[in-house]
């Protein structure tokens, strides 16, 4: 690194920790809170869809294990809410290396490895919805405990920071893994795989690294989730929404760049509410924003957002003639 790599890290953490001091209104601190949210869950997907090349349709799994996880050892045991988040994310990421073992063993990938982890995801979402210990259909509600060990806090400041502090250790994680040998065998892999094989690299330990790491993050996303809103269900925690959110941040934003989630969070947030505010009470005006913006993407700029930025940021001069060539 390469601290090149960092600067717009510090840059974009410094502005969001800094909005709560020039903004007061709550619906602009509770859009902030949820886009961070999402932009964890996106980093997750990132490092192993855009980074790895293993693309996934089932990030929910990892998401919802994360917040039922944390919210069965709170409500059930009564574990402290950072300790119950520390396990959650550790089944998360178990979950994540158990799913990849079983796909990558088989030689899975492509749209194959991604089929696969929707199926998984469908399962525990049926067997959630199920289940007594989980709270069935009805779901599982917190108890109102405001306090910082409980990780709920009056101000949604406060909430801001703490999602804000995690989606930093997410993205300094994402960069260090990125300038590692980790990340270059990586994209070795996503490029080749029979040649990153072929020059020594462990293909297997190096999807399964990939995904383990992948589900941890997305599983904080399910964690910071619960905490926020103290209520989840089946649907929410392992609904199809969650995986295609982790899906579109990073591809609107910059698939396999380290600040494509965040930025690719906030554009489609951003466009959302703002289609929201212009076309009044027109139900789902957010999601068609959605849906256009991903064709845009698609066939303009595949790079993502910040993929045609940088294509227009380096894209070459006119040459000028000088005054002797003109004449």
């Not at 574990?79 to 994540?96: M, R």
């Amino acid at each position: 690194m390469t601290r090149r790599g960092y600067l717009p890290i510090i840059l974009i953490v410094a502005i969001l920790a800094l909005l709560p001091f020039a903004v007061t209104s709550n619906v602009v601190l509770n859009f902030v809170v949820f886009v961070l949210i999402i932009t964890l869950a996106a980093q997750g997907w990132n490092l192993l869809g855009g980074v790895g090349g293993q693309s996934s349709f089932g990030h929910a799994a990892f998401f919802g294990t994360g917040a039922y996880v944390s919210a069965i050892l709170q409500v059930r045991f009564g574990i402290n809410a950072w300790v119950a988040t520390a396990v959650a994310v550790a089944c998360g990421a178990a979950v994540g290396w158990i799913i990849g073992f079983l796909s990558f063993r088989a030689g899975l990938r492509g749209s194959y490895f991604a089929l696969v982890t929707l199926a998984f995801a469908e399962v525990l979402r049926i067997l959630a919805n199920a289940a007594g210990f989980t709270g069935g259909a009805a779901g599982m509600l917190m108890k109102l405990d405001v306090g910082f060990w409980n990780m709920q806090f009056t101000s949604r400041a406060a909430f801001l920071w703490l999602a804000l502090g995690f989606v930093a250790v997410g993205l300094i994680v994402c960069q260090m893994i990125t300038n590692s040998r980790f990340g270059a065998q990586l994209v070795a892999v996503r490029e080749n795989e029979e040649a990153a094989r072929a020059l020594g690299v462990d293909v297997l330990s190096v999807k399964l690294k990939a995904i383990t790491v992948s589900a941890a993050l997305t599983a904080v996303a399910g964690c910071l989730y619960l905490q926020y809103f103290l209520y989840i269900d089946a649907n929410i925690a392992y609904g199809l929404w969650i995986s295609v959110e982790a899906l579109l941040a990073p591809m609107v934003g910059g698939r396999g760049l380290v600040l494509g989630p965040i930025i690719g969070a906030f554009t489609l947030h951003g466009l959302g509410e703002a289609s929201k505010l212009l076309a009044g009470r027109v139900a789902g005006i957010d999601l068609a924003v959605y849906g256009a913006v991903l064709i845009l993407v698609v066939a303009f700029a595949p790079g993502g957002v910040l993929g045609l930025l940088r294509k227009l940021r380096f894209r070459p001069q006119p040459v000028t003639k000088t005054a002797e060539e003109t004449a």
